[in-house]
């Protein structure tokens, strides 16, 4: 009597949008040709790939990067919600900083899956992260149809918050900061791929959200 086999179809989809393919041999993912490796510190690309396979490698590594920070704000906002006691101890089982990891999450609980736009970045989401959530809307449905980068939408931010409301300005805050408090604020928004007062409002608007918010105090009060 012969054993019964199941056989198991493997998903073979490529990478649409949000769709990420399984893994090949060895952890390679499947978009990348057979002799193509990956580590942690490169990527290992034959001579004979040609140039269509090089440009459909690009566009899916481009997808990932644009996902990944997405994703772990995503992954940390669901440690909070179901592991309240227990997440802030997987994180630093990582490698991952969790100021950094909590400003993501900050941005991802900002902006659910249906008004995230996967034609921008989240640099680009970040940057409209404070303002509310109709302004998020219009600023990031010019960004996507005029093709703006990060740094123009930042640019069309500011002007509009100057000169287009019509309103005052907002008072200009005079903090005396040290040389070296300094520095390590502007390697920190250099990190983080932010000019200093976009990085600082970010990081206080975070620390804000965290202590008006329930959900975050619920969530952090538990370790």
């Known amino acids: 009597m012969h054993a019964h086999r199941t056989t198991v179809t493997e998903d073979r989809?490529?990478?649409?949008g949000n769709n990420v393919e399984p893994h090949g041999d060895r952890g390679r993912p499947k978009f990348l040709p057979p002799s193509t490796r990956t580590k942690q510190?490169?990527?290992?690309?034959?001579?004979?790939?040609?140039?269509?396979?090089?440009?459909?490698?690009?566009?899916?590594i481009i997808v990932i990067a644009n996902s990944s920070a997405w994703w772990l704000g995503d992954w940390l906002i669901y440690g909070q919600d179901h592991y309240p006691d227990r997440y802030k101890r997987a994180?630093?089982?990582?490698?991952?900083?969790?100021?950094?990891?909590?400003n993501y999450a900050w941005i991802a609980r900002r902006y659910p899956l249906h008004r995230r736009h996967a034609k921008l970045s989240f640099q680009h989401h970040a940057e409209l992260a404070s303002l509310p959530d109709d302004q998020q809307d219009e600023w990031l449905s010019r960004a996507e149809k005029c093709g703006w980068s990060r740094n123009v939408?930042?640019?069309k931010v500011r002007a509009a918050k100057?000169?287009?409301?019509?309103?005052e300005k907002a008072p200009k805050l005079n903090m005396r900061v040290a040389p070296e408090q300094r520095r390590r604020?502007?390697?920190?928004?250099?990190a983080a791929d932010q000019d200093l007062l976009s990085w600082m409002m970010l990081v206080l608007d975070s620390a804000a959200s965290s202590t008006l918010d329930p959900a975050w105090d619920d969530a952090d009060g538990n370790d």
């Open 13 to 16: 989809r490529p990478i649409n």
């Open 41 to 60: 510190t490169g990527l290992i690309i034959p001579g004979d790939v040609s140039v269509d396979e090089w440009r459909e490698i690009g566009n899916h």
């Open 91 to 102: 994180v630093e089982e990582t490698s991952l900083d969790y100021q950094t990891l909590r």
């Open 153 to 155: 939408l930042r640019t």
């Open 162 to 167: 100057n000169v287009g409301n019509g309103t």
């Open 185 to 190: 604020w502007q390697e920190a928004a250099a």
